[in-house]
């Protein structure tokens, strides 16, 4: 039955509304190389609009995707993280150079040689709670998927390891917990409750939520899955887990107006937006600054966050032209790969011709 479902994929409408329509075709080939159950994206650029969708929003009840969907950003939340944390640097709670230890004394092992920049752009060498086998939002987990965890519950998994001395760059979602912590010390409030007020109502972005222990999402939206090897039903699930290294959930025009309105300078200083994009050498195919990506395409620099979360893959990208790729992709039986993503991104910003 499976079969069958994955091949009325193939058969699936494309829906378009506005101008660039030229990505219809690469979404639905993603889709047919099974690489996606269902995929959204949203291109702007100035006053024009463009909006598509391929495969299917269900893979039992099928039906076509939302363009409107809602989706789990995953990583992406960590730039909405980093957005606060700045917002307070150019208030005077907190410098970026501050050891973690001034604010959250006793909670971070050598955290008098840990700086809040080096939380926000990974170079803590704190070791990824999510790297220990079960927890990972990325994985099957069964019925665990449910559980709810605590911040401190997830720093003690992390500060159980240490990473290597070997160099690298190392990316660890236990940075952004220990972030969450320490807007919640600074402000006296629930850290999505920040996110919210700084952010989500004065931008009206009514469709981004902070979900804490609430397992589903909201309507519409497409189902997410997981291949055991049957792809098997992953939409709900309590993201406690990931807390505020990853638990949002958005649209990709809410995405696309978040990212709008701080790379345009709206939400934060001047001074904090260059600190926001300075970037470090990852090995990763990217530069990472705080709490932000940049992606070198052949015609210039792409700013943004990618997230994964099981079942949903996030983009989103701006240029500094304006214009803007938001993308989220419902993986099949495989991730689609980075060449896939990539051309993707090509073909928006820097078109032929």
Not at 21 to 37: E, H, M, N, P, W
Not at 161 to 166: A, Q, S, V
Not at 228 to 233: A, G, N
Not at 280 to 305: D, K, N, R, S
Request: with cysteine; charged share 20%.
């Amino acid at each position: 039955m499976m079969n069958t479902l994955m091949n009325a994929l193939v058969a699936a409408a494309v829906a378009m509304t506005g101008p660039g329509g030229g990505l219809s075709a690469d979404l639905q080939r993603i889709v047919d190389a099974k690489g996606a159950t269902a995929a959204l994206a949203r291109v702007s650029d100035g006053g024009r609009t463009w909006t598509g969708t391929a495969g299917v929003r269900d893979l039992d009840r099928g039906g076509r995707p939302a363009p409107n969907g809602h989706f789990r950003i995953g990583s992406v939340t960590k730039t909405f993280v980093a957005t606060v944390l700045l917002q307070l640097v150019d208030e005077g709670e907190v410098s970026l150079d501050d050891p973690i230890e001034r604010h959250l004394p006793g909670l971070v092992p050598g955290g008098a040689e840990i700086s809040v920049r080096e939380l926000l752009n990974h170079t803590s060498r704190l070791y990824d709670y999510m790297s220990e086998p079960g927890y990972s939002t990325n994985r099957w987990r069964g019925a665990e998927r449910f559980r709810s965890y605590q911040p401190r519950e997830l720093l003690k998994v992390a500060f159980a390891k240490k990473l290597p001395d070997d160099g690298k760059w190392h990316y660890s979602n236990t940075n952004y917990v220990v972030l969450g912590l320490l807007i919640e010390k600074l402000t006296g409030r629930p850290y999505g409750e920040e996110v919210s007020r700084r952010i989500l109502r004065p931008l009206g972005l009514r469709h981004t939520l902070v979900p804490g222990d609430r397992p589903g999402l909201p309507a519409p939206h497409a189902k997410g899955y997981e291949p055991l090897p049957d792809l098997v039903d992953a939409t709900r699930m309590n993201p406690s887990l990931d807390w505020a290294a990853g638990e949002m959930i958005s649209t990709t025009a809410d995405l696309d107006r978040f990212m709008g309105a701080l790379l345009g300078g709206k939400l934060i200083s001047a001074e904090s937006l260059r600190a926001m994009r300075t970037t470090v050498e990852t090995g990763a195919g990217f530069g990472y600054g705080l709490g932000l990506q940049a992606y070198a395409l052949p015609c210039g620099t792409v700013w943004g966050h990618s997230g994964e979360l099981i079942g949903y893959l996030t983009f989103a990208f701006r240029a500094d032209s304006g214009r803007s790729l938001t993308l989220s992709i419902n993986p099949s039986t495989r991730n689609p790969s980075t060449a896939e993503v990539m051309g993707l991104a090509v073909e928006v910003f820097c078109p032929k011709g």
